[in-house]
């Protein structure tokens, strides 16, 4: 294949002040496939730290008013806190569990499958 020497209309490539194309072009450049940094979501993992700290306070709470540490006689309030601890719990583990992992770079972690606040 020859060389390209002339850009156009008889003007030498040596006064072109633009930059060559690649003589193989396959349709994809460098730059795409590169990994922007991950962005941490720091609200989200907060939320999900109080919602883990919330819920195992009235899971311990509702536990202890099942059992009758508190000398409650009547266990229809103890049922209830104990459902809402675990309510609250579930979402708050989840999230911190992938947060970490995405933090000690464990694949198939990343931080992009915490939903995160638009601000």
């Keep these: 294949m020859p060389a390209r020497s002339v850009v156009s209309h008889g003007v030498p490539a040596t006064n072109v002040k633009y930059s060559r ?68 719990f579930l979402p708050g583990i989840y999230h911190l569990r992938i947060a970490y992992y995405a933090w000690k770079g464990y694949p198939g972690y990343s931080y992009d499958d915490i939903p995160d606040f638009d601000d």
């Excluded at 450049?29 to 730290?49: C, E, G, N």
């Design 21 to 88: 194309l690649a003589t193989h072009d396959d349709g994809y450049i460098d730059l795409q496939f590169k990994r922007s940094p991950p962005k941490v979501p720091y609200k989200a993992i907060a939320l999900a730290t109080v919602l883990f700290l919330i819920g195992s306070l009235l899971i311990v709470i509702g536990s202890l008013l099942l059992t009758g540490y508190f000398g409650v006689t009547d266990n229809d309030r103890s049922i209830p806190v104990l459902v809402i601890g675990v309510l609250v």
